[in-house]
T-cell receptor
Framework: NAGVMQNPRHLVRRRGQEARLRCSPM?????VYWYRQLPEEGLKFMVY????????ESGMPKERFSAEFPKEGPSILRIQQVVRGDSAAYFC????????????FGSGTRLTVV | AQSVTQLGSHVSVSEGALVLLRCNYS??????LFWYVQYPNQGLQLLLK??????LVKGINGFEAEFKKSETSFHLTKPSAHMSDAAEYFC?????????????FGTGTRLQVTL
């Protein structure tokens, strides 16, 4: 039973390029959460999605960032026109329902903008 | 809105000594509380969780935490530290349903274990 799969593990982009991060939740999980971790900081919530729906995007920057979780396929976090300040580790987590359990996290994608 | 505060960004203990990592929460309703551990360049692993059942929660790797409503605390303890416990530890809180169900993390405590 595979866990939460994130790819790529490492991503290098030049300023102005687009970054696309993928997250495949655990089998049977229909809730996906994206978090960003800046160096020496905790995890900051970005967005909460269910299949084909954005439930809470209160942590998403207003520009350049978008997320989707289509009916088929992985969840995608897209960052357009990346800047140096976007360099961070991006973690995805999934859960089966809104129940009492904690989330299962992926190993993260480490984005470096050069 | 829920939040957690972790006191002490760095904690150093000797191998075999007691580990105590502090976490205080703020919530208008009884929350769900979690402790996660993160090893270098890895994701987060759930250590334990409190979901309004027993106030003393036992987790993996010998860790436990006690929910104290009167103190709004959920401190993480381990009787005897091991070198392999060196990592970053995050306390987190979440609401019960809907948009409140996201996890909100503290800023983390880096645990160092010395010989």
């Amino acid at each position: 039973n595979a866990g939460v799969m994130q790819n790529p593990r490492h991503l290098v982009r030049r300023r102005g390029q687009e970054a696309r991060l993928r997250c495949s939740p655990m089998k049977g999980h229909s809730h996906v959460y994206w978090y960003r971790q800046l160096p020496e900081e905790g995890l900051k919530f970005m967005v909460y999605l269910q299949k084909e729906n954005i439930i809470d995007e209160s942590g998403m920057p207003k520009e350049r960032f978008s997320a989707e979780f289509p009916k088929e396929g992985p969840s995608i976090l897209r960052i357009q026109q990346v800047v140096r300040g976007d360099s961070a580790a991006y973690f995805c987590a999934s859960s089966p329902t809104e129940g009492t359990g904690g989330y299962t996290f992926g190993s993260g994608t480490r984005l470096t903008v050069v | 809105a829920q939040s957690v505060t972790q006191l002490g960004s760095h904690v150093s203990v000797s191998e075999g000594a007691l580990v105590l990592l502090r976490c205080n929460y703020s919530s208008s309703v009884p929350p769900y509380l979690f402790w996660y551990v993160q090893y270098p360049n890895q994701g987060l692993q759930l250590l334990l969780k409190y979901t309004s059942a027993a106030t003393l929660v036992k987790g993996i790797n010998g860790f436990e935490a006690e929910f104290k409503k009167s103190e709004t605390s959920f401190h993480l303890t381990k009787p005897s530290a091991h070198m392999s416990d060196a990592a970053e530890y995050f306390c987190a809180v979440r609401g019960v349903t809907g948009t409140a169900s996201k996890l909100t993390f503290g800023t983390g405590t880096r645990l160092q274990v010395t010989l």
